[in-house]
C-alpha cells in the first residue's frame, strides 16, 4: 500500500521534511537560547547592587564595557577638552540635551564625560562650563551607543558642536586625538557644574533633587541605562514568540506529511478496490 513511497514524487516530499523538521527545531532552540540568556542577564542586572553603593574602581580596569561593567563607578583624571551637546534627549519625559565633554586622560585618549542634561534645545539654552584644569571625575560607565540606542539621532546634518550619538567612532572624527570606546555619566552636583577636583559617585534621585531645587539652568545628572540585550523589553519577548513560531512550523510539516500520506494510502486503496478509475488517482 505504501510503495508511492518511493516515487520521485514522495522522494522529493521526504527529503523536504527531512530537512525542515531539524532546521524549523533548530532555529526554534536558538531563539529559545537567546530569551534564556535575556533572562539571565536581566537577573543579574536586578542582583547588582545600586551603582552607588560600589566602590569606584580606575577606568582601564573596567575596560571593555559588557554587561558586568556597565554601570559600575569609574574614576578618571585628566583636563576637559573638547565641549560637544547631543540633542534630542529626555529625562522625565521633559525634552532637552547632554552636555558631553572630552576628558583627556594622561594617556592622552580622551573619555567622553556626560556632565549632565539640560531641558531646551541646543544651541539655545546656556551651558555651564567645564571645570578648569586637572580634575578627577567619577561616574557611572557605559558603553558606546548605536543606531539602536534610544534617543539617538543617526540621521546626521547637526550643527557644528552637537553629536547625535555617543560613540567612539563617530567622535573619533571630530577631535585630533584618539577616544576610549566607553563613556561615563557624572552624577556628583559639584563636578557637573565646574566645581574642580574629586566627584563621588552618587545616587541619581538624590542629584535629581538638588537639581530640580536649584532651577532649569543647573545640569543635571543622567541616570545609567541598563546594559543593551540585558532587560525583558519586546524585543526579548519576540524571540520567545519566535521559538513558538518556528516550533509550530515543525509540528506543521509533520502534519502535512501525514496528512499527504493518508490522503494517498487511501487513494492507493480505493483504486485497488477499484472504487476510483485510474484517471482520478493521484499522480505519482
Known sequence: MYRF???????????????????????????????????????????????GTMAARPLDELLPVDTVTSGRP?????????????????????SGFYVLDMLRTDSGKALPVVRGWLPGKAGQTPVPAAPAGRVTVTGDLQASENTSTDGV?????????????????????????????AWVTLQDTGARTGA?????????????????DRGDDALRPVPAAAPQGSGLDLKAFQNLGYTGEWFVFAAFVVFMWFRLLRREAEAARDLKLGLIPDEDAPAS
Request: negative net charge.
Open 5 to 51: 513511497l518511493l516515487t520521485p514524487r514522495w522522494w522529493g516530499i521526504n527529503l523536504f521534511v527531512v530537512l525542515a523538521i531539524p532546521f524549523c527545531v533548530f532555529m526554534g532552540t536558538w531563539q529559545l537560547g537567546r530569551f534564556e540568556d535575556r533572562v539571565q542577564t536581566h537577573e543579574a542586572a536586578e542582583e547588582r547592587p545600586a551603582p
Open 74 to 94: 569609574a574614576t578618571a583624571s585628566g583636563r576637559y577638552a573638547d565641549q560637544f551637546l547631543v540633542p534630542g534627549r529626555k529625562l522625565e519625559d521633559r
Open 153 to 181: 539621532d543617526s540621521k546626521g546634518g547637526l550643527p557644528d558642536g552637537q553629536v547625535g550619538m555617543i560613540s567612539a567612532a563617530s567622535l573619533v572624527n571630530l577631535v585630533p586625538y584618539d577616544v576610549y570606546d
Open 196 to 212: 574642580s577636583g574629586n566627584a563621588a559617585s552618587g545616587t541619581a534621585d538624590a542629584a535629581l533633587t538638588g537639581a530640580r
